[in-house]
């Protein structure tokens, strides 16, 4: 069993930056495929970003690339999301997944993320 706890969100205005953290409990996190999804009000759930064992491997939407990035820290049990140039769009609940496969390359759908977060709320002001 893995949990996950995020935390970083708030209120910034329009242009600033967040820096959202996830920290997962649990053995092998180094194996696990991480990602950053996000849910406005009336939406459905979205990918954001992933990132796999290899730190090297990282997918992001192609709406935040270039804005967004994604990294981990294996030693912490922990992946982060550093969010530059934020727009009121970007408001919405992020929340951290957990995929318990080894994989080359994230997937972007919600399905196969096994352990979700309780997801942290981002406000963007225009």
């Known amino acids: 069993q893995v949990q996950l706890v995020e935390s970083g969100g708030g209120l910034v205005q329009a242009g600033g930056s967040l820096r959202l953290s996830c920290v997962a409990s649990g053995r092998h996190f180094t194996s696990y495929t991480m990602g950053w999804f996000r849910q406005a009000p009336g939406k459905e759930r979205e990918f954001v970003a992933g990132i796999a064992w290899n730190p090297g491997s990282t997918v992001y939407a192609d709406s935040v690339k270039g804005r967004f990035t994604i990294s981990r820290d294996n030693a912490k049990n922990a992946v982060y999301l550093q969010m530059n140039s934020l727009k009121p769009e970007d408001t919405a609940v992020y929340y951290c997944?957990?995929?318990?496969?080894?994989?080359?390359?994230?997937?972007?759908?919600?399905?196969?993320?096994?352990?979700w977060g309780q997801g942290t709320q981002v406000t963007v002001s225009s």
């Open positions: 997944a957990a995929e318990g496969v080894v994989r080359r390359t994230p997937l972007t759908s919600t399905a196969p993320y096994d352990y």
